[in-house]
């Protein structure tokens, strides 16, 4: 994961800030899914006592732990999402959410729901927030986009995955921050590809298939 953030005094920094390894763990039903899901976030900078430049990242190692559930029935399919995020370096600990509705329409998947995070462990800092302000504050614009104390937001989310071949998928999304309370506000635009790495061979195990394997046995054995 990488990153790159420019001040208010025109000052950028970019850099290769962190590795991360997630992943879902599948439980399919004919209309009723759910899924467990498990995130790492290993942070790779470290942050100087009096930055210079724009800081990119909080300095700490993240974990996530949830779930998702969806209902799939025709071309609607309404889905929701919850789990905790623990994060090192004494930053809060974080319960995140989301409900939303996807439609499919042609190659098309819109998605449009509302998320959001809250405190649920608090920050170490939280008798004396100003420790975290002061020492990142001005290398950080003022902003609370890292190192705050205690946030909590909620906003919306709309998204669209376009199926281009049968592997890759081309994704565009657009998130907006309607209320925070110690964390940044703002918006977020996304644009993307997304394909496998590797695909797993189905067996083809239908009645022609069958029968072709079935003569060739056959003929095995005659000779």
């Known amino acids: 994961y990488g990153e790159s953030q420019v001040n208010q005094e025109a000052v950028s920094q970019t850099a290769l800030t962190g590795l991360f390894l997630g992943g879902d763990k599948l439980f399919p039903a004919s209309f009723l899914s759910w899924a467990l899901h498990t995130e790492v976030f290993i942070n790779l900078m470290e942050i100087p006592p009096n930055p210079q430049y724009p800081i990119l990242t909080n300095g700490a190692h993240e974990m996530e732990v949830g779930g998702w559930v969806r209902y799939s029935r025709g071309l609607w399919e309404p889905y929701g999402y919850l789990g905790v995020r623990y994060r090192t370096e004494g930053l809060s600990s974080l319960l995140k959410w989301k409900v939303g509705q996807k439609v499919q329409v042609g190659s098309w998947a819109w998605s449009l729901g509302l998320l959001g995070e809250h405190t649920v462990i608090k920050d170490k800092y939280s008798d004396n927030p100003s420790v975290r302000d002061l020492a990142y504050g001005r290398a950080n614009a003022g902003s609370y986009y890292f190192n705050s104390v205690n946030p909590s937001w909620f906003g919306f989310l ?8 049968e592997v890759t998928r ?27 790495l590797w695909i797993t061979e189905v067996m083809d195990t239908t009645e022609t298939q069958l029968e072709k394997g079935f003569e060739v046995e056959d003929e095995e054995v005659e000779e």
């Open 170 to 196: 081309v994704f565009v999304s657009y998130e907006e921050r309607l209320n925070g309370q110690k964390s940044a506000k703002g918006h977020a635009f996304q644009v993307g590809l997304r394909w496998p």
């Open 158 to 165: 709309l998204s669209g995955e376009y199926r281009w071949t």
